[in-house]
Structure formats: structure tokens, C-alpha cells
């Protein structure tokens, strides 16, 4: 099974610009979650989409959105970059199967620099 | 709401040394467990997890972890690490049977000097 897929693996922006990045869970996962990744503060979660529904929000300001296809592939988009956006930011997929409890497998990242 | 504590932030080892990285969490219900760990430039993966039954937990790579309701902490340990052991360790807690909110610590950074 292939695991998870983030693209682009790198982005370099400038303040004030948008930026879109996008992630396909494993097969047959349903459940996918965005985290923030900075030195220091750890991994920050940011939301999580089941069945194309965001069922939980984490607390970020309203520049960060995201959304999910029905094929379960997901985005997300920050507007108006600021310079505290660099970051790492990972997601996770997880199909929820009651028996499997909620373990989630993660991608590489998409590392964003903004300038 | 929950929160995860990993009050190690960053632990230098030799290698053979014994290793406890300490993870606490606050939440009055039944939680879910895990440790993860980001090798350098590497993907966050699985170490172990736990959700029910014997509290002490055997994961891959020689690692354990040891849930202690009563002082709501799930320690990880390895007896012996090894300078490939050198990577960040996640703790991370899920309130059981919710939803996908996955709670991280800050990370403990390992450093194994050969």
C-alpha cells in the first residue's frame, strides 16, 4: 500500500501571498488531519476532515482553511502568508477501523519557507 | 480539552545508556497512547501505542513504554540506545473512541553520541 503523499515537498513564498498545499491519505483512509511543525513548539494541530466534513478545528486563525474531496484527498490553503508561517506542515491519514483506534500515518511534510 | 507534557526537550546520550524520556498528559478519561519519532529527515512514524489492556507497551527498535494511570504518564524507555537512535520523540494522546484530535508534546530531541 502506498503511504501517505504531500505535494509540493518544498515551497518558498513571499509575505502576503497564498499558498495552497494538498495531501492523498493511503487507500482507503477516510480521516485525514493537518499538523504545523515548528523548533520549539512541536506539532500544532490544525484540523482533520472526515467524508469531506471538518469534524475538528485546532486554534489557528481563520487565514488557515482547508477542505476534503470525496476521494478523500485533502487541502489546505493560508492566505495572506506571514513570516511566522515557516513551518513543516504534515498530514496524517487514518482509517478509522474502531479495531485500529484512531493510529495515524503520516507524510513526509511540505517544508514552507516564506520570505 | 487535553494536553501532553514532555518536560525533556533535548537528552544527549552515550551510546549503551539506559533512556527514559518522561511523557505526562491531562485528561480525566479514557486515552489512547503514543509514542512517535521523526528520524533526521525522515517521516514521523509509529514507535508504539496504547490503548488497552497490559500497561507496559513493547514497540519496534527495542523501545517500551510503561502507562501509569494514577500519575497519568506514559514513559518511554530503552535499555541500551544506539547512535541510530538519534531522532525527535513525539508522545501524543487521543481521548479514546473520539474523534481524529490527536494531541502532541513539544518532542524530546535524542542525541546518541557514539
Known amino acids: 500500500k502506498a503511504g501517505v503523499t504531500q505535494t509540493p515537498r518544498y515551497l518558498i513564498k513571499t509575505r502576503g501571498q497564498q499558498v495552497t498545499l494538498s495531501c492523498s491519505p493511503i487507500s482507503g483512509h477516510r480521516s485525514v488531519s493537518w499538523y504545523q511543525q515548528t523548533p520549539g513548539q512541536g506539532l500544532q494541530f490544525l484540523f482533520e476532515y472526515f467524508s469531506e466534513t471538518q469534524r475538528n478545528k485546532g486554534n489557528f486563525p481563520g487565514r488557515f482553511s482547508g477542505r476534503q474531496f470525496s476521494n478523500s484527498r485533502s487541502e489546505m490553503n493560508v492566505s495572506t502568508l506571514e513570516l511566522g508561517d515557516s513551518a513543516l506542515y504534515l498530514c496524517a491519514s487514518s482509517s478509522m477501523n474502531p479495531t485500529l483506534n484512531n493510529e495515524q500515518f503520516f507524510g513526509p511534510g511540505t517544508r514552507l519557507t516564506v520570505l | 480539552a487535553q494536553s501532553v507534557s514532555q518536560h525533556n526537550h533535548h537528552v544527549i546520550l552515550s551510546e549503551a545508556a539506559s533512556l527514559e524520556l518522561g511523557c505526562n498528559y491531562s485528561y480525566g478519561g479514557t486515552v489512547n497512547l503514543f509514542w512517535y519519532v521523526q528520524y533526521p529527515g525522515q517521516h514521523l512514524q509509529l514507535l508504539l501505542k496504547y490503548f488497552s489492556g497490559d500497561p507496559l507497551v513493547k514497540g519496534i527498535k527495542g523501545f517500551e513504554a510503561e502507562f501509569i494511570k494514577s500519575k497519568f504518564s506514559f514513559n518511554l524507555r530503552k535499555p541500551s540506545v544506539q547512535w541510530s537512535d538519534t531522532a525527535e520523540y513525539f508522545c501524543?494522546?487521543?481521548?479514546?473512541?473520539?474523534?481524529?484530535?490527536?494531541?502532541f508534546g513539544t518532542g524530546t530531541k535524542l542525541q546518541v553520541i557514539p
Open positions: 501524543a494522546v487521543t481521548i479514546s473512541g473520539g474523534y481524529q484530535k490527536v494531541t
